[in-house]
Antibody, heavy 119, light 106 residues
């Protein structure tokens, strides 16, 4: 079965940094594009980033551009989200998600990891 | 930037049909997906490529997309269908989500 497991969330002070990981199993990770999506408390889903199967193509949402970087290690079946200069409004559950195909739909999601930005 | 607009809330009686719309400029020229989101759970893809259902999704969920509006229809709505629903499309490389619609089954 396909499984995505996020880790790395927690409490961080404003201005701090955090690196989230998403480890995949049950499919050929190196063949699939991956995305990060978050949901802040009481808010809707917000897409953050896309990374192609090889890592050669990356898209970042304008709302977080300059503060987020995404990378992947296909040898470790993992994708990463580096978040810098964190703000209170970055408090959210962060999900990694895999597309069904290419630009088809995000069919597999992890359970999410909670990031709380607070002093 | 490209925007998708959904009604904040839709209510339906059990067994009836719920219709949730998603509007965007020439949205019919793009593929649209729909997700169901319940509290404490990850989103579930219920419709992709406008009208296709992933494996395991009941056939009471259906979708369409034409002109500026995509529509998710839930036929024979059940109590378990009460959730937030989000439309999603792609604009160039970016993934765009609608603001979400809370479906209440009264």
């Amino acid at each position: 079965d396909v499984e995505l497991v996020e880790s790395g969330g927690g409490l961080v002070q404003p201005g701090g940094s955090l690196r989230l990981s998403c480890t995949a199993s049950g499919f050929a990770f190196s063949s699939y594009e991956m995305n990060w999506v978050r949901q802040s408390p009481g808010k809707g889903l917000e897409w953050l980033s896309y990374i192609s199967s090889t890592g050669s193509t990356i898209y970042i949402a304008d709302s977080v551009k300059g503060r987020l970087t995404v990378s992947r290690d296909n040898a470790k079946d993992s994708v990463y989200l580096q978040m810098n200069s964190l703000r209170a409004e970055d408090t959210a559950v962060y999900f990694c998600a895999r597309d069904l195909g290419s630009r088809t739909g995000l069919v597999y999601w992890g359970q999410g990891t909670l990031v709380t930005v607070s002093s | 930037s490209y925007d998708l607009t959904q009604p904040p809330a839709v209510s339906v009686s059990p067994g009836q049909t719920a219709t949730i719309t998603c509007s965007g400029d020439k949205l019919g020229d793009k593929y649209t997906c729909w997700y169901q989101k319940k509290p404490g759970q990850p989103p579930v893809l219920v419709v992709y490529q406008d009208s296709k259902r992933p494996s395991g999704i009941p056939d009471r969920f259906s979708g369409s997309n034409s002109g500026d509006t995509a529509t998710l229809t839930v036929s024979g709505t059940q109590a378990m269908d009460e959730a937030d629903y989000y439309c999603q499309a792609w604009d160039s490389g970016d993934v765009i989500f609608g603001g979400g619609t809370k479906l209440t089954v009264l």
